[in-house]
């Protein structure tokens, strides 16, 4: 017997069936659930002038976030020698008179990194596990900058020159916390390569400006007072240039773990709110990213301020002051490089990397301990090498991350691992200090 069908048995036609099932896919053979918080956004149409105006944006972020932070260090050896005692040369170069002596500042310049990455340190360990307030943040950031400049061109005594510093690194580490974090928002995953590719660009330019501005004749403080419009520019790339996504409030952005190839095409559309231990729990299986990129920070920034100041040649076309100056500027090529390379490519041996930068440290050890080398054109090339290693393990991490890491997890992930290379680089400015003292000590040549 054929069962009777009522109005509300219809089968339907194979169009309502297709009304009927129809949501959202990531492609045309593999539809995926929408949550019901709707906290992931697996299809979002952005239009090309957005997409361009985000990486715009991103690169000058990047820029200007990093700005500070290169410059101060650029300037480590000038903010010292204004306040040693034991100098009165008003551009930095060295006074000592005797052949078999070391010319060198009473204080490492690894005292300037921790006066620029200590405060960087604390800001990254504790901003992960606070809201993402990004205007507020923001805004505190850019203060921040613009009082870091001010304090250190104003400054009389030392420990004013250090209180910038410290406002510096206060912004800087802010800054990457948060711009790593919020970028984990955007479809456009090129926003990573190009904030890498402005934060390389802060290296080159903003040391470049600081040797350029006082090889022209500017005094170190008038020149800070120029770069003022650094902070400037931040604040318009942020508030002018970019186009925000939109985000929704939620009461969890947990969702199961998956190691979908798709991961890197997902983008959660609201700020994570996982709780303290549930953010404890997720630091353990970022180790693998956190330990390479902390060593090649800690070679490398041992190198720039225990060892840098110590490499110099006498009697050549500029002074020693000057060959700090440019080492920087060379260092900072190399960064900008390698952070610019990564749609060409990419490296996943992290650690390499790290063990490449640990046989540089033996490499400028000893030509500081016993010069060896002929001119300053090798050691010009050893420091962009160097600089290469350095940027391609910082953009080579967070890509890793971003395609490797579920989408849930991605806006912790990326600000808690940028504290591996501050952790780093504090480490390596603790040990840049006694190893400078020893060796400044020791006859030049051995």
Known sequence: MVAEHSPHHIIPREKDLIELTVMPVASDQMPVRVPEEAEYLEEQEEPESGRWRNLIAFWLLGLCNNYGYVVMLSAAHDILAQHD????????????????????????????????????????TVAPFFPLWV??????????????????????????????????????????????????????????????????????????????????????????????????LMSFSFWVILERPQLEDCESSTLPDSNSPDNEERVPLAFTNDSFSEKLKSI?????YMIPLGLVYFFEYFINQGLFELIYFDNIFINHAEQYRWYQVDYQIGVFISRSSINLLQINAIWLLAI???????????????????????????????????????????????????????????AITSLADALGITIAGFLAMPAHNYICGLPRHL
């Open 284 to 288: 353990p299986p970022l180790f693998k």
């Open 85 to 124: 005692p034991n100098r009165h040369s008003q551009d930095g170069s060295g006074l000592v008179t005797d052949p078999g002596k070391r010319d060198c500042n009473y204080m490492s310049t690894g005292a300037i990194l921790l006066a620029d990455i200590i405060p960087s340190l604390l800001t990254k």
């Open 135 to 232: 205007h507020f943040r923001m805004f505190l950031i850019i203060l921040l900058s613009c009082l870091g400049f001010i304090l250190v061109g104003a400054s009389e005594v030392q420990w004013v020159a250090i209180l910038g510093v410290v406002c510096t690194a206060f912004s800087s580490g802010l800054g990457e916390a948060t711009l790593l974090s919020y970028m984990a928002f955007f479809k456009n995953k090129n926003v990573i390569s190009t904030w890498s590719s402005g934060t390389g660009g802060a290296g080159f330019f903003g040391s470049l400006s600081y040797a350029s501005l006082t090889a022209l004749g500017l005094s170190p403080s008038t020149t800070l007072y120029v770069l003022l419009v650094v902070p400037a």
């Open 356 to 414: 490449l930068q640990g046989i540089n440290v033996i490499f400028f050890a000893f030509e500081s301990l016993f010069p060896f080398l002929p001119n300053i054109y090798i050691v010009l090339v050893a420091v962009c090498w160097e600089g290469l290693l350095g940027g391609a393990a910082y953009v080579n991490t967070f890509h890793k991350i971003n395609r490797e890491v579920v989408p849930e997890k991605r806006e912790f992930s990326m």
